[in-house]
């Protein structure tokens, strides 16, 4: 055998070996997933007496009845409440974390260092250190049993991760574009939107996905801030759903979970592309 196809030889067991390995986590990572999906068909006692995933029966009642919960309002309701909480909250949260991490990567000020240094020290804080302050703050400005607890924060920049997932990335960006719109006389206003928005287009769209998920998977925060039902986002209604009767019929409960799961799976592959640019890449080399 030569020595070039010895070599093509071994480059093709190591891609084998290679896709044969992803393949396997692929199978570990995916499965609870449809595990989840199967037992939405299952009664109780296949439920918790069955590991395979597929169902001895596809009936969709268990969809049906759990979209009509045991309160007077249906899944329909509690799905708008978490887009009414999400999508504001995202739109503020791109706003003043773009404006922060702009900031904070092409302008020189006092205490630039120490500020930035605060902020990422917040990254390290416990979120239930926040929790007692917040409240007790929140109470005094009458927001409780309202969204405003849960969006008006993020208007603020409060979101450190997202302020530091932008800033790495603007600092990777060659300036070449923005001095050159500056000599044909941009302010600093048009600067940001006309030139460092579309090129921070992957990275706004990291925060959009990451945003979008952690709020509709929120669950201590309206426990905390929300006590009519009406206003319940999915993730309480889920858990209201489970202690409203003594007996739990855990397919309808799954199969509302797995409904619950299709808008952040759909969010995460429509902007997969971007996304996977955004969080891996700490800007445009060049």
């Not at 739990?248 to 952040?264: G, H, R, T």
Request: charged letters at 15%.
């Amino acid at each position: 055998m030569s020595s070039t196809a010895h070599a093509e030889h071994s480059n093709r067991s190591r891609a084998l070996l290679r896709y044969t390995a992803l393949l396997a986590v692929a199978v570990v990572m995916l499965y609870p997933l449809l595990w989840l999906v199967g037992a939405s068909f299952k009664t109780n006692a296949e439920i918790f007496t069955e590991v395979g995933f597929w169902p001895s029966s596809f009936d969709f009642g268990s969809y049906v009845k759990g979209w009509k919960t045991s309160t007077e309002y249906t899944f329909a309701t509690y799905f708008l409440n978490s887009f009414l909480i999400t999508i504001p909250r995202i739109v503020v949260t791109v706003i003043s974390c773009v404006l922060v991490a702009y900031a904070f990567a092409r302008f020189e000020f006092w205490g630039k260092k120490f500020l930035f240094s605060v902020m990422v020290g917040t990254m390290m804080l416990p979120l239930i250190v926040l929790r007692l302050p917040q409240y007790l703050m929140f109470k005094e400005l009458g927001w409780l049993d309202t969204y405003l607890p849960l969006i008006v924060p993020s208007a603020f920049a409060t979101d450190t991760f997202f302020v530091f997932l932008l800033v790495q990335f603007l600092r990777g960006i060659p300036r070449d574009m923005e001095e050159a719109a500056l000599i044909d006389g941009c302010n600093s206003v048009q600067l940001l939107w006309h030139i460092i928005v579309p090129l921070l287009k992957p990275a706004i769209i990291s925060v959009i996905v990451f945003q979008f998920i952690w709020t509709m998977n929120d669950f201590m925060g309206p426990l905390i801030y929300l006590a009519s039902v009406e206003k319940y986002p999915v993730s309480l209604a889920l858990k209201m759903s489970i202690g409203a009767t003594e007996e739990v019929e855990w397919a309808n409960i799954i199969a509302i979970s797995v409904v619950a799961l299709i808008p952040s799976v759909v969010v995460f592959f429509m902007a997969q592309k971007h996304f996977i640019e955004g969080a891996a890449s700490s800007g445009i080399k060049g």
